[in-house]
């Protein structure tokens, strides 16, 4: 019998997001990505970043569309895609209240200004934007995710990852070092592109209420060897995640609660009987699926 009569997604592969919440608690994976509940509000910090990589996303295409000649049409596409997908200015009062409108156009501003002078200097050639991509690891399981863009640089190519944030000190890059999600870009645009792929190019724009647009870059590398562990590690996650589905057994790891803020799931965590947990997450959740493949279409979001 299943522990809910809520329905449970069967997947047929998995990414780092899954991976890594599984890793963090199971139980917050089995909530999230089996049961597919989400947040039931809106989220301004990730719809922040959803705008911003639709923004780099059209921009992009656009450009290379046009075969590589650029124009502000490209900018203004991906200015009004972004547009589409930021709901309104947060709510006075909301502890992210500056994250307007306004400070969504400045930061697509300043990202633009940052890719021209990118041509100008002429040595980095976008190749794809946002690259879907869903690969067999050895024992034949899927692993799959979205790269945000492939490049070439200096007769190599690197994987480029945009990230939103609000905060930055000195030790930040540090956390790409390792990190499997960075690995696992590597890994797969070595199998889609075979040919050699150095690492990622981080590209982190950075936004507070009193900074920002700030744009901070970070170069992380991967040998032969990290990536054979990595995928070592995946398999090893993947048997857990098994070995869960199978006994439908979701252990709670409580380490996690705190992440992010605090884990939105804390109540139902606290119910004696499903039936109680079950009935917590359809009033105070919505239904949400997550998909590498189309992320802009998750209703709601966990953290
Ligand atoms: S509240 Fe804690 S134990 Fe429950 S799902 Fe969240 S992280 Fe896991």
């Not at 990505?33 to 922040?48: A, I, T």
Request: proline share 5%.
């Amino acid at each position: 019998m299943p522990k809910t009569s809520l329905p449970i997604l069967h997947r047929e592969s998995l990414d780092n997001s899954i991976i890594g919440t599984h890793g963090r608690c199971p139980r917050k994976a089995y909530y999230n990505y089996f049961l597919n509940r989400g947040h039931s509000g809106v989220s301004y910090p990730l719809k922040f970043g959803e705008a911003f990589h639709k923004y780099r996303e059209i921009m992009i295409s656009s450009y290379i569309e046009s075969g590589y000649k650029w124009g502000l049409s490209h900018a203004m596409a991906g200015y009004q895609a972004a547009f589409d997908i930021y709901p309104e200015d947060p709510p006075i009062g909301h502890k992210r209240d500056w994250q307007t409108l306004g400070r969504l156009k400045t930061t697509m501003e300043v990202a633009t200004a940052h890719f021209m002078n990118e041509m100008q200097m002429g040595s980095r050639k976008v190749l794809y934007t946002e690259q879907p991509f869903t690969l067999s690891l050895p024992s034949g399981r899927l692993f799959g995710g979205r790269m945000d863009e492939i490049l070439e640089w200096n007769g190599k190519l690197w994987v480029r990852d945009y990230k939103t944030t609000a905060r930055m000190g000195p030790t930040y890059g540090n956390k790409f070092d390792p990190d499997n999600q960075m690995t696992g870009y590597t890994w797969a645009a070595r199998q889609l592109s075979g040919r050699p792929v150095a690492g990622v190019i981080i590209q982190s724009i950075y936004n507070t209420k009193t900074k920002g647009p700030e744009i901070h870059e970070f170069l992380t590398t991967r040998s032969e060897g990290i990536i054979d562990q990595w995928i070592e590690s995946i398999e090893a996650e993947y048997d857990e995640i098994e070995t869960h589905i199978e006994k439908d057994v979701w252990p709670m790891r409580t380490a996690a609660c705190d992440d992010f803020g605090g884990c939105m799931f804390r109540e139902a965590c606290q119910f004696d009987h499903w039936k109680d947990i079950e009935n917590w997450l359809l009033s105070n959740t919505t239904e949400s699926v997550w998909d590498y493949t189309n992320p802009t279409e998750e209703k709601g979001n966990v953290d």
